[in-house]
């Protein structure tokens, strides 16, 4: 496994002009802060030596270096996610690659359904926390980086979110913060496991996320993550939910998640 991550990395090393310390995962909300990277070189997910492919609609898979502002990033359009059939190890091998490439900050978004009462849909959720509901742990087994039993006291950099109140402050957006609780989906929630996984102290559930957010703490990387609210969980607002409507709700709001993101990694 450290011999498959050190061959992608030093792959990807030789084709980089540029030695990027911040790394994005364009979930669902930021795909078009790929439009602000500038100096862009792309590489396609299949051309990546030990890379998994993405499959999902609207999910297309590459990697990107370039410039957002001034900063120097890498940035994923396109992740893995678990209920597409990757494993664990694969659903976060993008992330053990970043910090042999030497990322010290990520940046993550997601679409979730909303279980908080008083959020609506479109409204953005500033991750503070996560639970972990997904069935295979990304860590068991080998230990690669880091400790065996490693501390998640703050998987979400405190100073990054503080970071990101005051620029929502300042450019007038209203954010919501809360707990992500991470399913394996592919089924969105039943009106009980909605109510469940809020009785268990979450106010967001999606599908992704968590895996990667627990492998970059456990090599040191920092995180910040950001979901938007397609749908509701909520008792009394439960209606059919599809993808094409989570996608239409995520398009909507994603000038906003964009904006802050934006001057977030900026200023970070
Ligand atoms: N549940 C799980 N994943 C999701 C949801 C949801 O309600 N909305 C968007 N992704």
Do not use: W
């Not at 502002?69 to 890498?74: A, F, N, P, S, V």
């Not at 990757?86 to 279980?115: D, Q, W």
């Not at 809360?178 to 009980?192: A, D, K, L, M, R």
């Amino acid at each position: 496994m450290l011999e498959r991550i050190k061959e992608t990395a030093s792959f990807l090393k030789d084709k980089m002009c540029t030695v990027p310390e911040t790394a994005i995962i364009l979930g669902t909300g930021l795909g078009s802060l790929v439009n602000e990277i500038t100096e862009k070189y792309e590489i396609g997910y299949e051309e990546i030596p030990n890379f998994p492919v993405s499959t999902v609609e609207g999910h297309s898979g590459k990697l990107i270096f370039g410039k957002l502002g001034d900063k120097d990033i890498m940035a994923m359009q396109g992740r893995f996610h678990y209920y597409e059939g990757y494993s664990m190890k694969e659903v976060t091998f993008p992330v053990r690659v970043m910090k042999e490439l030497g990322i010290g900050t990520l940046f993550v978004s997601n679409a979730s359904g909303g279980m908080n009462p008083d959020f609506k849909i479109g409204d953005l959720m500033i991750i503070t926390d996560h639970i972990n509901q997904f069935p295979e742990h990304p860590l068991r087994g080998g230990n690669l980086y880091g400790d065996r039993f490693p501390d998640m006291s703050e998987a979400y950099s405190k100073e990054l979110i503080a970071k990101a109140k005051e620029i929502a402050r300042e450019k007038g957006i209203d954010v919501r913060e809360g707990v992500y609780v991470g399913t394996q989906g592919p089924t969105f929630e039943t009106p009980s496991e909605y109510k469940l996984f809020r009785v268990m102290g979450g106010d967001a559930v999606g599908m992704s996320t968590v895996p990667e957010v627990i492998v970059a703490n456990h090599c040191k990387i920092k995180v910040f993550g950001i979901s938007v609210i397609t749908d509701l969980g909520v008792e009394g607002k439960i209606v059919e939910v599809s993808h094409e409507d989570v996608q239409k709700a995520a398009n909507a709001a994603q000038p906003l998640m964009t904006a802050i993101m934006r001057e977030l990694i900026n200023r970070a």
